[in-house]
């Protein structure tokens, strides 16, 4: 190869990984400014006309520790989430890894159901929220949404 040709391919080569880190941090910055403070949270079995807060705190990795969840207002049902949440590139995909608790009275003889692990929260169709993707409850069989609002 000639040195125009090099040069041509280092110049392509060094605007790429310009481009990908301008994507990381604006996608960053998109998640702190998604994130900061409190975010609406819900599960379709409590309420989807009052929500709960799920708070998120900016970890150093560019991830955030999140935690919070939604409460019924006339028994003891609830949602609880617990862990870290991430963002690589795409603002319609959350990875959560963590603990997702719910109890629903009429689910699962109304025990706690609890799920560990990582988890994939997604936003579609121009949805101002992003919806837990492992949607089958494994406690009962039924399927629960569960929203992180913008």
């Not at 110049?11 to 790429?16: E, H, S, V, Y």
């Not at 603990?99 to 994939?120: E, K, L, M, N, Y």
């Amino acid at each position: 190869m000639n040195s125009k040709v090099l040069h041509n391919h280092f110049i392509k080569w060094t605007l790429l990984v310009v481009l990908s880190m301008m994507c990381l941090l604006v996608s960053q910055t998109s998640m702190a400014q998604t994130f900061r403070g409190n975010n609406k949270i819900s599960l379709q079995w409590i309420s989807w006309d009052y929500f709960g807060q799920i708070r998120g705190d900016q970890n150093g990795d560019g991830s955030w520790s999140v935690s919070g969840g939604q409460e019924s207002r006339s028994n003891g049902d609830y949602l609880r989430m617990d862990g870290n949440l991430s963002h690589f590139g795409d603002p319609n995909v959350l990875y959560f890894q963590g603990a997702i608790v719910t109890r629903i009275s009429h689910i699962a003889s109304g025990q706690p159901c609890i799920r560990r692990g990582d988890f994939t929260f997604r936003k579609t169709s121009g949805r101002k929220y992003w919806r837990l993707q492992e949607m089958k409850n494994p406690c009962d069989g039924v399927t629960d949404y569960i929203d992180i609002y913008q």
